[in-house]
């Protein structure tokens, strides 16, 4: 009977307590909101006057764009570490200023050109189900079980952007990153050349293009001898009885076989003067999109982030003095 009244003022001492202590929290919160208020009242000038610095000068800074110039370029089988050691170097004489070389290779107006870097264009399909009428199925398989192979002991995304697996994709995308347009004929044509001037890899692409004018002149050929056979065999077709099911059977087989045979050739051909077409040169330059517009990062966004970054700044050098100020002071009590 005696423990009741006791737990009653107990609670009423807590309760008290917490809404004593809730209602400093809010008289604190008050101030701090107020005391913000004044600081930035008191310092409304010089925060006015660094806003506008800071627009001023982010729009000047974004009137001086960047640009991106995207070439596709596809090498030739076997040459993709070539291609990547090409730009490697380049890039390297472009941040060593080494005129000599620069000049040597052709590209005018270098000063332009802020970086050069190159990557692959991930194709996992076209990698794994090369689908050209020259590409052999145990090729494709063989892609295949590597990919699986590979992704069975890591993540398959990591797989995929593996710098293992992405050189054998068939396009790349060389980005040339530049501080104003630029002209093709002064640069992108001169790295183009710069790329295809290995004597032992130009002296590759002409036997192989050689191999392969030779293989459409034989297949043109083969057409017209199985288109002979045909013509032939229809005719035996039609001078035999029709009554004979065994001649007229074993006739339209050869027919099939011819066909089919015929088909194939015609693929063979069509494939072979795509190729013709991608090997004009070693590194062969599939498209080319110059001069866009880089909006990365905070390219053309100063004039946004600039104002703020300076307010900020003031307030926190501010702050930072008067809080060292007072703690000079109560260290001297």
């Known amino acids: 009977m005696s423990t009741t009244p006791q737990n009653n003022d107990n609670q009423e001492i807590d309760l008290s307590q917490i809404s004593n202590g809730i209602g400093k929290l809010y008289e604190k919160i008050l101030t701090s909101i107020f005391n913000v208020i004044q600081f930035i009242k008191n310092r409304i000038i010089w925060l006015g006057l660094l806003f506008i610095?800071?627009?001023g000068l982010g729009f000047y800074l974004d009137s001086e764009r960047v640009y991106d110039s995207q070439i596709i370029v596809s090498p030739a089988g076997g040459g993709v570490d070539y291609l990547y050691s090409?730009?490697?170097l380049l890039s390297s004489k472009l941040v060593e200023n080494d005129q000599a070389f620069i000049k040597g290779i052709g590209i005018k107006n270098s000063s332009q050109i802020q970086s050069i870097k190159i990557e692959p264009i991930i194709d996992l399909y076209n990698f794994v189900n090369n689908n050209t009428?020259?590409?052999s199925n145990a090729q494709n398989t063989q892609n295949f079980e590597v990919i699986k192979l590979l992704a069975e002991s890591n993540d398959i995304n990591s797989?995929?952007?593996d710098e293992l697996t992405s050189k054998n994709y068939p396009y790349h995308s060389l980005v040339i990153t530049s501080k104003d347009k630029i002209s093709q004929d002064e640069i992108i044509k001169p790295i183009l050349k710069y790329l295809n001037t290995d004597d032992y890899l130009n002296q590759i692409t002409k036997i192989t293009k050689e191999n392969i004018l030779i293989q459409l002149e034989k297949n043109k050929n083969e057409i017209v001898q199985v288109d002979s056979l045909i013509n032939t065999i229809s005719r035996n077709i039609g001078k035999n009885d029709k009554g004979s099911n065994l001649i007229y059977n074993n006739e339209n087989n050869q027919l099939?076989?011819?066909?089919d045979l015929k088909n194939r050739l015609v693929?063979?051909?069509?494939?072979g003067k795509i190729q013709l077409v991608k090997i004009d040169t070693f590194i062969k330059d599939v498209s080319i999109t110059p001069n866009v517009i880089n909006s990365k990062g905070l390219n053309g966004k100063l004039k946004l982030?600039?104002?703020?970054?300076?307010?900020f700044m003031?307030?926190?050098?501010?702050v930072f003095i008067s809080f060292y100020r007072n703690q000079a002071a109560k260290q001297k009590l």
């Open 53 to 55: 610095l800071g627009a």
């Open 86 to 88: 090409k730009i490697d």
């Open 133 to 135: 009428a020259i590409a």
């Open 159 to 161: 797989v995929i952007k």
């Open 256 to 259: 099939t076989g011819l066909f």
């Open 267 to 271: 693929g063979e051909i069509a494939s």
């Open 305 to 311: 982030v600039l104002p703020f970054l300076f307010c």
């Open 314 to 318: 003031f307030i926190f050098i501010s």
